[in-house]
């Protein structure tokens, strides 16, 4: 699912997305504490910055930061030089496996809204040609202005799902 969000993004999409709000939360942490490094406890308040930033930018299900164990065995593995910290590099890298599953999330909410809605839509405006009152105004709808309102129907409904 993932490669179709490439191939509709570009594959550089993703790493930009996760360059750019990675590189933000490490100079904002970075201002904050005046070192070019991450202790744990400045690592989990940049993770919970990171996931709220993607909350933000993100469409599709809103995603819950991961648990301070989960922070803590993450950073072992991606502490590259062993010094207890992570560095800007050792950083991107620690969002970067700690978002894959964010992305193919996301993923999903794209082909739903991007491949299926307008389907949907065609297959519907069909069906419905032919009901006496409603078949002559949805004839009157162009093809491109229905499909583009079904699909956001859907994807509000889509919304409403993932939050109740």
């Given at each position: 699912?993932?490669?179709?969000l490439e191939?509709?993004?570009g594959k550089e999409w993703k790493e930009r997305q996760i360059r750019l709000i990675s590189?933000?939360?490490f100079e904002r942490v970075k201002r904050d504490t005046g070192k070019a490094t991450?202790?744990?406890e400045e690592l989990y308040i940049a993770v919970l910055l990171v996931f709220n930033d993607l909350n933000k930018r993100l469409p599709?299900?809103?995603?819950?930061p991961p648990t301070r164990e989960q922070v803590r065995s993450l950073m072992q593995e991606s502490d590259l030089n062993l010094d207890g910290e992570l560095d800007r590099e050792e950083f991107v890298k620690f969002i970067r496996r700690m978002t894959k599953d964010t992305f193919i999330t996301v993923s999903q909410g794209l082909i739903v809204a991007l491949a299926v809605a307008p389907t949907v839509a065609l297959l519907t405006k069909r069906s419905t040609e032919n009901v006496p009152g409603?078949?002559?105004?949805?004839q009157k709808?162009?093809?491109s202005v229905y499909?583009?309102?079904v699909t956001l129907v859907i994807v509000a409904f889509q919304q409403g799902v993932e939050r109740a």
């Amino acid at each position: 699912m993932g490669q179709i969000l490439e191939k509709i993004q570009g594959k550089e999409w993703k790493e930009r997305q996760i360059r750019l709000i990675s590189d933000k939360v490490f100079e904002r942490v970075k201002r904050d504490t005046g070192k070019a490094t991450l202790t744990f406890e400045e690592l989990y308040i940049a993770v919970l910055l990171v996931f709220n930033d993607l909350n933000k930018r993100l469409p599709g299900p809103h995603f819950d930061p991961p648990t301070r164990e989960q922070v803590r065995s993450l950073m072992q593995e991606s502490d590259l030089n062993l010094d207890g910290e992570l560095d800007r590099e050792e950083f991107v890298k620690f969002i970067r496996r700690m978002t894959k599953d964010t992305f193919i999330t996301v993923s999903q909410g794209l082909i739903v809204a991007l491949a299926v809605a307008p389907t949907v839509a065609l297959l519907t405006k069909r069906s419905t040609e032919n009901v006496p009152g409603v078949g002559k105004v949805v004839q009157k709808v162009p093809t491109s202005v229905y499909a583009s309102l079904v699909t956001l129907v859907i994807v509000a409904f889509q919304q409403g799902v993932e939050r109740a």
